[in-house]
Each structure stands twice: as structure tokens, then as C-alpha cells.
């Protein structure tokens, strides 16, 4: 059984960083393209950026390219998604996903999801 479990969101001021975890199991992390994406009340799923397998590509959504920057650890098959200069825009439910096949960006075609966690910037 697939879980993708999030953590680390929370409350933080503008301008101010968070980074948000999420934890894989009972798949081949490593084979894996893990995407983030995130929801706002009210409005559609957002693509925020995506990594590939390796790690080695990144592709990051115009609206968080200079702040935002995903990493992955496969050794604790493990993604992370590290936020800095938050903008209380930027406040949304954030999901990781996972994709066996690289999707194009801004695609939503994974075959796996997470819960989410909240992040909330205040102004």
C-alpha cells in the first residue's frame, strides 16, 4: 500500500521560510518524479514544481521560481519542498505526489497523493 505523508506546515509570517516533508513508503521512491502542488481555498490545484528520480531536474512554477526549491533524499525516500520569502498568497493546502513516468510540467497525471498540510502566511 502507497502512502505519501506530508508534514511541517504551519503558521509563518511574510518573508518568512517553512520547509514541508514528505515521507513515502511502499513504493520505489527512487523511480519515482515527485511533484508538489497546492490548493487555496476556493480556487483549483496549483502545480508549485516537480523533481525528477535522480534529483538532477527540477521545473518550478513562474509563481515560486526564486523561492522555492525542492530536494529529495531516496535514501530516506523522502522529498522536500523548502519555501523561503513567503507571501501570504502562497498560503494553501500543499500536496506531494509521486509519478512513475515524468509528467510535463504543470501536469496533474500521478498515480499517487498525498493528504496535504497547511501552510498559512500571515501579512
Known amino acids: 500500500q502507497v502512502q505519501l505523508v506530508e508534514s511541517g506546515g504551519g503558521l509563518v509570517q511574510a518573508g518568512g521560510s517553512l520547509r514541508v516533508s514528505c515521507a513515502a513508503s511502499?513504493?520505489?521512491?527512487?523511480?519515482?518524479?515527485m511533484g508538489w502542488f497546492r490548493q487555496a481555498p476556493g480556487k483549483e490545484r496549483e502545480f508549485v514544481g516537480h523533481?525528477?528520480?535522480?534529483?538532477?531536474?527540477?521545473y518550478y512554477a513562474d509563481s515560486v521560481k526564486g523561492r522555492f526549491t525542492i530536494s529529495r533524499d531516496n535514501a530516506k525516500n523522502t522529498v522536500y519542498l523548502q519555501m523561503n520569502s513567503l507571501k501570504p498568497e502562497d498560503t494553501a493546502v500543499y500536496y506531494c505526489?509521486?509519478?512513475?513516468?515524468?509528467?510535463?510540467?504543470?501536469?496533474?497525471?500521478?498515480?499517487?497523493w498525498g493528504q496535504g498540510t497547511q501552510v498559512t502566511v500571515s501579512s
Open positions: 505526489a509521486a509519478a512513475k513516468w515524468s509528467p510535463p510540467p504543470g501536469s496533474t497525471s500521478y498515480n499517487y
Open positions: 523533481i525528477s528520480w535522480s534529483g538532477g531536474i527540477t
Open positions: 511502499g513504493l520505489t521512491f527512487s523511480s519515482y518524479t
